[in-house]
């Protein structure tokens, strides 16, 4: 490993950036007889699907709808009983829930990186040829608005001092 990447034997070399936040920021799930396990968060698996996505796009779309996925959980289940008392996210995107949940998200995704290693992530989200080519892998109509939030919610958390993400455990 070197910085932020592994090269393995033939050469090959793997993006790494996010995995050190996952790790240091976990989830835990708590499985039958009380096994707990640590899982990377909501908010560290869309910054690894993003780094995923730019590294594999061109063979694969997977990475895209995955991240489509998540950000669309952002206003369901556990994630959507927390969006409702969180003011800022609901005002900066007019009371929309679905892009509130993702902008959320991408809130608590920033604030797990330092500026260095989140740029990585906002590399891919501030370049206008990668952000509509992820728009277009994640195949849906509502990947335009949900992405812009992401991002604007990135942006926000990175600007702040890495902490813990307030959607835990889930």
């Known amino acids: 490993e070197s910085g932020d990447t592994v090269t393995f034997a033939d050469g090959h070399e793997l993006d790494v950036v996010g995995l050190r936040e996952a790790a240091a920021a976990p989830d835990t799930v708590i499985l039958p007889h009380g096994l707990r396990i640590p899982v990377a968060s909501i908010e560290a698996q869309s910054a690894l699907k993003t780094v995923a996505w730019r590294d594999r796009h061109f063979d694969t779309s997977k990475d895209a709808t995955d991240l489509l996925e998540l950000l669309m959980a952002g206003s369901q289940g556990p994630y959507g009983d927390e969006l409702w008392p ?47 080519l992820l728009r277009r892998d994640m195949r849906s109509i509502l990947a335009a608005g949900l992405l812009t939030a992401y991002q604007a919610g990135f942006r926000a958390g990175s600007s702040a001092t890495p902490t813990r993400s307030k959607t835990d455990n889930h």
């Not at 929309?96 to 959320?104: F, K, M, P, V």
């Not at 797990?112 to 989140?118: A, C, E, P, Y």
């Open 86 to 132: 969180d003011e800022e996210a609901l005002a900066i995107n007019e009371f929309d829930a679905s892009l509130a949940g993702a902008w959320r998200i991408g809130r608590g995704a920033g604030r797990l990186f330092d500026l260095k290693r989140g740029n990585h992530v906002l590399d891919v989200l501030n370049d206008p040829r990668q952000h509509q």
